[in-house]
């Protein structure tokens, strides 16, 4: 039985016998013992041959298939562009105010409040914007069912046409009311509005409620209910310039008279004819201008001009944006046209597509220990849609792919404004090949241990 040792003494044996030989001459040793001599050297040459051959060979095969740390990446987050300030352009007057609806989520919380004001807050003069208060407390007392309904049929007598000729006297705005003219509720309305009769108003308030006391208390009832602290109506027409309301409680107004179908329609005709009165145009000349749908002009003269108006303003968001805007105290009704339109449409520029990468825009790069690169970069265009300077968050999401060739998508970067996000996929420009078999001869110090590749 061959023990441990054994190899070791027949060595010590071998080398013992070669220096007897050395020392005493090759001539005395037996051949056989000779031969087995050599035998046995030749043996242990071929196993430290196979041991060597065993040896390299197991650094070859673990240095080809041993695993590599993955290419190292870096990023950088692209710059964010900040989108143009949008300027609203401010009217030339007492005070005004807009609000809008549907635009919360691009102007902030209150926007359908009183979402940009300049000058007073206090009350001043409305003029003929009263009688769209006048309407709605009528239709509060007499209801019409849709925008369509004609109504009760009011037949006008010559107390109601006198009223012709007293408020042509005082340089109000007139339409003629033959006696014994009759119409409906809904025409006699229109007349009011349209081309804002104060002969209407009057009588048409005195019809529904029996006498003007009988209005005025009607009408600070339905202010109170309101909440419209703010407004004060002494008479039907807006002649008086103690009719006064604050620019707050006009927006309410205006939004009350909006949701009225009835009111609705008639204050967006341009013009219209009717039996008895005639052709009758709207003295509101904005109508169908910047997308401006209505509602009531005011004037009492030079410096005290007003406009309390309604528009559906297409800014390029999913749903056009509903605008309601006042305008008190401007120097003529031109002027006041002119700041209208032009505020409308500086809130309609202040909505803009904002580009926010180009396409082989660099993110970032990817390196190897065998000395191979590539880059990371914005695989499209892209652009997001926002209000004015409205600040854009960006966000990179890199994941690790399972190759690096050119063109493969490894993330993406997504950019965020107000209610909307945009999203660009970002790729690989430049292929990444393994290492070579000789680099991994070559560079032992930089593979892993065989336990490595288990984990």
Known sequence: MTTPDQPVDELSDF????????EFGGD????????????????????????????????VGWALTAPVDPPAVTTHTPEVPVGAVAAIAAPAAAASAISIAGADAYLGEGASGSWSTTGTGEPLPIASITKLITALVILDASPLSSADDPGPTITFGKADHDLYDEYYVRGATIAPMPTGTSMSLHDALAVMLIPSASNYAVALSSRIFGSQSAFLGATREWLAAHGLTGTTVTEPTGISPRNTS?????????KLAAANP?????????????PGAGQLHNTNA????????????????EGRHNLLYTATLDVGAADPLAVTGVVLGGASRESVNA?????????????????????????GSVSTPWGAAATLVIGESASIFTWSDTPIEVTMDIKTPPTYRDGTVVGSVTWTAGPNTVTAPVTIAGTIDPPTEWWRLTHPSELGTPWDAGD
């Open 246 to 254: 604050t620019t707050a409680d006009l927006l309410a107004i205006a």
């Open 286 to 301: 904005l109508l169908g201008t910047s997308g401006i749908t209505g509602l009531k002009t005011g004037n009492l003269g």
């Open 15 to 22: 080398a013992a016998l070669m220096a007897h030989e050395q």
């Open 262 to 274: 009835a009111i609705a329609q008639i204050v967006a005709t341009s013009s219209i004819s009717i």
């Open 28 to 59: 005395r040793v037996d051949p056989a013992v000779r031969r087995r001599r050599r035998r046995r050297g030749l043996i242990i040459t071929a196993v430290c041959l196979v041991l060597l051959l065993a040896m390299t060979g197991g650094y």
């Open 339 to 363: 700041t209208v339109v032009a505020a409308l449409e500086s809130i309609r520029s202040g909505f803009h597509q904002v580009p926010v990468s180009a396409e082989g825009q660099e993110v």
